[in-house]
C-alpha cells in the first residue's frame, strides 16, 4: 500500500514521455538569464532522478531528496556521483545552503494540507542562498483527470472532487498484484503564491508551460513557477 513502493519499478517506463530534458532547459535557461552563478542545487521529491540526471553536466553538485527508498534506488543507480538521502520536504534539514531547489512534477500536490504547503515552502527557502532561485510546479483544480485507463499493465482508477485527485494503482507483480493509493490535493495560484509570498518569496514568474508564461485571466491544468526570496 506503500506510495512509490512498486511503482517505482514501473515509473521510468510511465513517465518516459514526460518532459525532463524540456524541464532541465527551462531551469539552466531562467537560472543563467538571472545571472547569478549556480553552483548547487537539491532536488526536493527527486523521484528516480532523471531531472538531475539532464542537470548534472550544468551544475555539478546536485542533491537528492524522496521519502521514498526505492525510488531513491533508480536515482542513485543513474547518478552515481550525486548525493541522494531519505527524507521529507517537511523537514529535511542540511547545514548548507542551495543555489537552486526544485520540486517538480506534483511533488507540492502530494502535500495535503495548505498549512503542510507552507511549512514546506518555508523549509526551502531556509535552504536557498539569498540569491537562489526555487522552481516548483503543481495540478491545479482546472485539470481534468482521465478516470479509468491502463497503462505499461498498470491499473490506474481515478476519482476527482474540485480540490483532490485520488488514484488507485494496480501494479503487476511475479506473484500478486501490489495496490498503491495516490492523493494529490489540487493547488490554486493563489494558495500557492501566498505561501511563497508568507515565506519570504518576492519576486514569482508563473509559466503555463516551459516557453510560455501564464497570462492574465488564464487557468492552465498546471502551473510552473520560479520564485525569489
Ligand atoms: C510524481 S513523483 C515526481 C518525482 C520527480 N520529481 C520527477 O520529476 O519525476 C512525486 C515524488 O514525490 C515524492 N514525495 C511525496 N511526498 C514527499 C515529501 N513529503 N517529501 C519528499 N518527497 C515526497 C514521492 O516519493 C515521489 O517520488
Given at each position: 500500500?506503500?506510495?512509490?513502493g512498486?511503482?517505482s519499478?514501473v515509473?521510468?517506463?510511465i513517465?518516459l514521455?514526460?518532459k525532463?530534458?524540456?524541464?532541465?532547459?527551462?531551469?539552466?535557461?531562467?537560472?543563467?538569464?538571472?545571472?547569478?552563478?549556480?553552483?548547487?542545487?537539491?532536488?526536493?521529491?527527486c523521484?528516480t532522478?532523471t531531472?538531475?540526471?539532464?542537470?548534472?553536466?550544468?551544475?555539478?553538485?546536485?542533491?537528492?531528496?524522496?521519502?521514498?527508498?526505492?525510488?531513491?534506488k533508480?536515482?542513485?543507480?543513474?547518478?552515481?556521483?550525486q548525493?541522494?538521502?531519505?527524507?521529507?520536504?517537511?523537514?529535511?534539514?542540511?547545514?548548507?545552503?542551495?543555489?537552486?531547489?526544485?520540486?517538480?512534477?506534483?511533488v507540492?500536490?502530494y502535500?495535503p494540507?495548505v498549512r503542510?504547503?507552507?511549512?514546506?515552502?518555508?523549509n526551502i527557502?531556509?535552504?536557498l542562498?539569498?540569491?537562489?532561485?526555487?522552481?516548483?510546479?503543481?495540478?491545479?483544480?482546472?485539470?481534468?483527470?482521465?478516470?479509468?485507463?491502463?497503462?505499461?499493465?498498470?491499473?490506474?482508477i481515478?476519482t476527482?472532487?474540485?480540490?483532490?485527485?485520488?488514484?488507485?494503482?494496480?501494479?503487476?507483480?511475479?506473484?500478486?498484484?501490489?495496490?498503491?493509493?495516490?492523493?494529490?490535493?489540487?493547488?490554486?495560484?493563489?494558495?500557492?503564491?501566498l505561501?511563497?509570498?508568507q515565506a519570504?518569496?518576492?519576486?514569482?514568474e508563473?509559466?503555463?508551460?516551459?516557453?510560455?508564461?501564464?497570462?492574465k485571466?488564464e487557468?492552465?491544468?498546471?502551473?510552473?513557477f520560479a520564485?525569489w526570496?
Open positions: 500500500m506503500k506510495q512509490y512498486a511503482f519499478k515509473y521510468d517506463e513517465y514521455a514526460k525532463y530534458r524540456e524541464y532541465a532547459r527551462f531551469i539552466l535557461r531562467i537560472l543563467s538569464a538571472h545571472g547569478h552563478p549556480v553552483s548547487s542545487l537539491l532536488d526536493v521529491g523521484g532522478g531531472l538531475i540526471r539532464y542537470l548534472k553536466k550544468d551544475i555539478p553538485d546536485c542533491t537528492g531528496i524522496d521519502t521514498s527508498v526505492a525510488m531513491l533508480y536515482a542513485k543507480a543513474k547518478n552515481p556521483k548525493y541522494f538521502r531519505k527524507d521529507s520536504v517537511l523537514s529535511f534539514s542540511f547545514r548548507k545552503k542551495f543555489d537552486a531547489i526544485t520540486c517538480t512534477f506534483d507540492l500536490n502535500l494540507t503542510q504547503l507552507e511549512v514546506a515552502i518555508r527557502r531556509d535552504h542562498d539569498e540569491q537562489g532561485v526555487f522552481f516548483g510546479d503543481f495540478n491545479t483544480p482546472d485539470k481534468v483527470f482521465v478516470p479509468n485507463f491502463t497503462q505499461k499493465g498498470v491499473d490506474f481515478s476527482q472532487t474540485p480540490s483532490a485527485w485520488t488514484v488507485r494503482l494496480r501494479i503487476p507483480e511475479k506473484n500478486r498484484p501490489s495496490v498503491e493509493i495516490h492523493r494529490e490535493r489540487l493547488y490554486t495560484r493563489e494558495q500557492v503564491e505561501s511563497l509570498r519570504g518569496f518576492k519576486r514569482i508563473w509559466y503555463k508551460s516551459f516557453s510560455k508564461r501564464q497570462r485571466g487557468k492552465p491544468p498546471r502551473l510552473i520564485a526570496i
